[in-house]
């Protein structure tokens, strides 16, 4: 018995006893030809400790002080490259990857570092990027990666601000495309808008993430279905030599990430590693004691398996899936905002699940790869419209639908001398059923599709004139065996990208960028079917946007920039509503079904302006981003006549910012502005005959405003190291500025005090709270 206590006392001493130091490793590669590079240097900048890589490029740093620093790798006749803001825990410090480009020329005298703001030949400008521990200390983010990149430059909020829609630059909300290592994920939200993506809360886990990319234009060819925005997530890789774990316990939600290898046995590393993690919310309880109507109940699980066949050969299989249930239970007193939400919020019941499994192959003459990638995407979506929400009867809408995609991608890539040629190939079997009942505008039918959708592309980049000059040429087109409105001479998109050093020192720099982009109709759209069982919007051709952008970039230091950019965005066969005779731009922003209603492809839209964008990467314990966007944003309807969206906000000002202090305490900031707004008014007539469906008048679209937007967070964290546990504690205030929330007026049904209903029924609108109360909240991070 002594024993047994004894050792659980010196096990409990050895996880309190405070640590000071901590222990990280790392590897350093060609991010070319994907090989080892030993022999390189890691530096921790700001001091004289460095280590030199072994023959598998891997290094460690042992016993180093636990606060955050900026590591630099470095290997002669490479270009050197620095991680930022890495935070040294006694406990849970990810892996480190660099990734080290060849210098094409011998530049005299000249220390070139690769650049952390993750442009590139096809991409060298309308680009943004963030690293998973900028991700994890954003002010109002709640470590909710999609939450973050809202407040990136060129994104609009949504309505009340509280959803993840990413409005780029004037465009839809259903306009971006996102990539899980090189996986594309039709939906990375809960709750999420079938035939959009947006929702309110995110499904990744930040502690799977090594960096986050978005692009605003000049997409890379690889990529089908952008019109406004490509989001790519990079994932770690798992840890091959020991297991390690972190709980968080965030405002709404806890989850568990376990991290370690498989097959180890003795040998010092693992050809096989497995990253899992599995969240649960609790929001719903929240409501419950706060006596709120609504109940958002979500699983969501993930993983990584990684498994190194040989030096030439790996594969991945990756995962992500969620569970969503949204229902509401009757407050105990009557308050005429929550009985209106209780009638009018939809019922959701939604499953996602996507599956990507990956082979990479290195070319044997270390001057490519071939990646080659099998996913399936799955949503099993209900979302119903009840007369008594709370009981479920009395059905008014339904949608009970299901997609299916199996995809296969073919990507090469060849280094041919002075030239990086890529080029490749994507087949598609896409299924998708839909039950659907709405008796409000008199459709029932039940539909099943079932198409191939195929697709190539092309592109070709190079450096010149001592790499000052850099030129980029890229080409796709797709086509499908169901749609009849369009095919691959169509559809096909071509796209040229340059950048010009003005001077030796790559200081400033001129970028600019034209393309052509497609979008195939949402499924919801073609799977539409009159009382007649024709599929009406079946001639309908993809959607087109071509953008234009130019832009000047100043590099003062290697580790910030500023730019100004000019862009304008010209959309043509913009699918339109029948029945609201407005552009499906002005939709897809709220808890909704978007596209299953008669659409035609006759509208058309413009967005245009400029950005001017800082951005600083740790220096001096500071970081941050400040932009400032001006845009005009219009879309034709029925009409053909061109109006404002609801997202021509004309001005948005985003900054995010932190500073590190002494002893492990750090301050950051949020600051998002958006200005006066147009939005569609309420059809009160309309809407009391088909209560308690809100019917709003789309015929007078841009008659009224709401007021700018503007919210300020605040987060403090402080972070604690011991021997087999580090941890973090976070508090933060959102609106610390105490501004009121824009929302349009709300309609319900006039009640007596006591709730029972005043006959004949009238609309009235409702007092809702527009509190501009500083909301509080804080979290927990756990490493083992």
């Not at 290592?181 to 799977?208: C, K, R, W, Y």
């Amino acid at each position: 018995m002594r024993k047994c206590l004894l050792t659980v006392l010196i096990t409990v001493s050895s996880i309190i006893y405070s640590q000071n130091t901590g222990t990280f490793s790392g590897q350093v590669i060609d991010e070319k030809t994907q090989n080892p590079l030993e022999g390189s240097t890691v530096l921790l900048e700001g001091t004289n400790i460095g280590v030199i890589t072994d023959v598998n490029g891997y290094f460690m740093f042992e016993n180093i002080p636990t606060q955050s620093y900026n590591i630099k790798a470095s290997y002669l006749g490479y270009d050197s490259q620095t991680l930022y803001n890495v935070i040294v825990k006694s406990v849970g410090t990810p892996k480190l990857l660099f990734k080290l480009n060849e210098r094409l020329e011998t530049l005299n005298e000249v220390v070139v570092s690769k650049s952390p703001f993750r442009t590139s030949k096809e991409t060298p400008l309308s680009t943004q990027s963030f690293s998973a521990v900028e991700i994890e200390t954003y002010p109002g983010g709640n470590n909710d990666i999609t939450k973050v990149a809202q407040s990136l430059p060129g994104i609009s909020p949504s309505i009340g601000g509280f959803r993840n829609d990413f409005i780029i630059r004037g465009g839809a909300p259903n306009e971006s495309v996102y990539y899980l290592d090189g996986v594309e994920i039709p939906n990375i939200n809960h709750f999420s808008t079938q035939g959009s993506a947006g929702g309110p809360v995110g499904m990744l886990n930040v502690s799977f993430i090594r960096e986050v990319t978005l692009s605003s234009s000049a997409f890379g060819a690889e990529y089908d279905n952008p019109l406004s925005g490509v989001l790519a997530f990079e994932q770690r890789e798992g840890d091959d030599q020991k297991f390690t774990g972190n709980v968080r316990i965030g405002a709404s939600e806890a989850g568990a990430t376990f991290n370690g290898p498989l097959f180890k046995g003795q040998n010092e590393r693992s050809n096989t590693t497995l990253m899992f993690s599995a969240r649960r919310s609790y929001l719903q309880f929240v409501f419950a004691l706060v006596g709120l109507p609504i109940r958002p109940d979500y699983w969501d699980f993930q993983w990584k398996l990684n498994h190194k066949i040989d030096e030439q050969n790996t594969l991945t299989f990756i995962g992500l899936g969620s569970i969503d249930d949204f229902s509401v239970v009757a407050p105990n007193e009557f308050d005429a905002e929550q009985q209106a939400t209780l009638e009018q919020v939809p019922i959701i019941e939604q499953k996602t699940l996507t599956l990507g499994l990956t082979w990479k192959h290195k070319l044997k003459n270390g001057k490519g790869q071939i990646n080659t990638i099998l996913s399936s995407n799955r949503l099993k979506n209900i979302f119903s419209r009840y007369d008594d929400n709370q009981n479920k009867t009395g059905v008014l809408f339904r949608n009970d639908s299901k997609e299916q995609e199996t995809k296969l991608r073919v990507h090469v890539t060849n280094y041919i001398r002075n030239w990086k040629l890529s080029y490749g190939a994507n087949l598609q079997n896409s299924v998708y059923t839909n039950n659907t009942v709405n008796l409000l505008d008199n459709f029932l039918y039940e539909t099943k599709i079932d198409f191939i959708k195929f697709g190539f592309f092309g592109k070709i980049s190079r450096s010149f004139l001592n790499e000052r000059l850099s030129l980029a040429l890229g080409l796709r087109s797709d086509a499908d065996s169901f749609t009849q409105g369009s095919d691959l001479k169509d559809n096909i998109s071509p796209r040229i990208s340059a950048s010009y050093a003005l001077k030796d020192d790559n200081l400033w720099k001129l970028n600019a960028s034209i393309g052509r982009y497609f979008k195939i109709p949402t499924y919801t759209m073609l799977g539409f079917q009159d009382n007649n069982g024709v599929f009406i919007n079946k001639v309908n051709r993809y959607t087109q946007s071509d953008h234009y952008v130019i832009g000047l970039e100043f590099n003062p230091s290697p580790s910030a920039r500023f730019t100004l950019e000019a862009f304008n965005k010209n959309y043509s066969q913009y699918p339109v509503s029948i029945i609201d005779g407005v552009s499906l731009a002005n939709k897809g922003g709220g808890f909704e079904v978007l596209g299953n209603e008669p659409v035609s492809d006759l509208g058309s839209g413009k967005s245009s302006g400029f950005e001017l964008l800082f951005q600083q990467k740790l220096s001096k314990n500071f970081y941050g981003i400040l932009a400032y966007t001006y845009f005009k944003s219009e879309f034709s309807g029925a009409q053909n006549i061109k109006l404002p969206s609801v997202w021509d906000s004309r001005n948005l000002i985003s900054f995010t910012g932190g500073y590190k202090l002494r002893k492990n305490w750090e301050v950051s900031v949020r600051y998002r502005y958006a200005g006066e707004t147009p939005y569609v008014p309420t059809d009160t007539e309309e809407s009391l005959a088909a209560y308690p469906r809100i019917v709003l008048n789309y015929s007078r679209l841009g008659e009224e405003k709401l007021t700018a937007f503007s919210q300020g967070d605040i987060r403090i964290d402080k972070k604690w190291n011991f021997k087999k546990l580090s941890f973090n504690f976070y508090l933060e205030l959102q609106n610390f500025l105490g501004q009121e929330n824009p929302r349009p007026d709300e309609y319900g049904l006039a009640r007596n005090d006591d709730g029972s209903l005043i006959t004949p029924k009238t609309l009235v609108k409702i007092d809702t709270d527009q509190s501009n109360t500083p909301f509080p909240s804080f979290g927990f991070v756990f490493d083992f």
